[in-house]
């Protein structure tokens, strides 16, 4: 675990020392972070590093981040009305019966928001923090 922990340190740092590195097609790419949380179970939160093509969007960096990493899978659905929407992350799937859902999040300075478009649409900024977070939507 402690090993893993490390090359995964090493590897985010990489990413941030080389804030725009070119990819293979010449494009500039900019590195994010990615965190997975879920806040019904007892799960300690993942940490993972990926990159986006410089305008491109998150779901680029979530794929990128799936051929590369082998302990993190995602699933995408396609809404008529809302475009594609993320459906589970490791093995773990939103319900609507049991009222869960992945919650995209930014996170800067502590302060968290809630993305105003979905992963197919949205433009990650450099070093940005995005959180997957798995909650409910259940009055309390």
Not at 56 to 67: I, K, P, T
Request: net charge negative; glycine share 8%; hydrophobic share 35%.
């Amino acid at each position: 675990m402690a090993l893993r922990t490390t090359a995964l340190l090493s590897v985010g740092f990489l990413l941030l020392l080389t804030q725009r590195a070119l990819t293979e097609t010449g494009q500039a790419t900019l590195p994010i972070r990615l965190s997975v949380e879920n806040d019904l179970s007892n799960m300690t939160p993942e940490s993972h590093f990926s990159s986006v093509v410089e305008g491109g969007v998150l779901l680029s960096a979530l794929r990128r981040l799936q051929e590369t990493q082998q302990d993190f899978k995602f699933t995408v659905k396609e809404d008529p009305d809302f475009g594609l929407l993320l459906e589970s992350v490791n093995g773990v799937a939103g319900n609507q019966h049991e009222q869960t859902y992945w919650e995209i999040l930014s996170e800067s300075s502590g302060e968290y928001s809630r993305l105003d478009v979905g992963i197919g649409c949205y433009k990650p900024k450099t070093n940005e923090h995005i959180v997957l977070r798995f909650s409910t939507w259940r009055q309390q």
